[in-house]
């Protein structure tokens, strides 16, 4: 994935788009007020985003950019596909294991992003087949 010349992969830096990273944590809380229902994030929506330490810098995210990053944590191509894809990536947030399912459209203009908690894994208390007896 190519953003202006700069390959955007896991290995650039973790600072070196911090309106991208502060928009994502900035959608993903958003996402978790309301738990299991998909939040739509166009442009006009991405600019309202209470992101403090941003509008001192005067760096406002770009959305596109955003949704790359997105498509990077799940995995995602960089897009022109012909529909919309989905796509699911983990995070924690409050010490809560929580999954991100996004759609995001083909040309990068907007996106829904969802959080719902994930479970924790069911323990069986039964012995099964691979526990040795002795």
């Not at 007020?33 to 985003?49: C, E, T, W």
């Not at 810098?57 to 799940?74: G, I, N, Q, T, Y």
Request: charged share 25%; hydrophobic share 35%; with cysteine.
């Amino acid at each position: 994935m190519r953003w202006e010349d700069q390959e955007l992969n896991y290995a650039s830096p973790e600072g070196k788009y911090p309106e991208v990273l502060a928009a994502k944590f900035g959608l993903l809380a958003e996402a978790e007020h309301s738990p299991g229902r998909y939040i739509r994030v166009d442009q006009h929506m991405l600019d309202a985003l209470p992101l403090q330490a941003l509008r001192e810098k005067k760096e406002a995210p770009r959305l596109d950019r955003v949704c790359l990053h997105f498509r990077l944590s799940c995995g995602l191509g960089p897009g022109g596909e012909r529909y919309p894809v989905l796509g699911v990536m983990h995070y924690s947030s409050d010490s809560k294991s929580r999954y991100a399912i996004v759609h995001i459209s083909p040309s990068n203009d907007w996106l829904r992003v969802m959080s719902v908690l994930a479970e924790a894994p069911i323990q069986s208390s039964q012995p099964t087949s691979l526990t040795r007896r002795g």
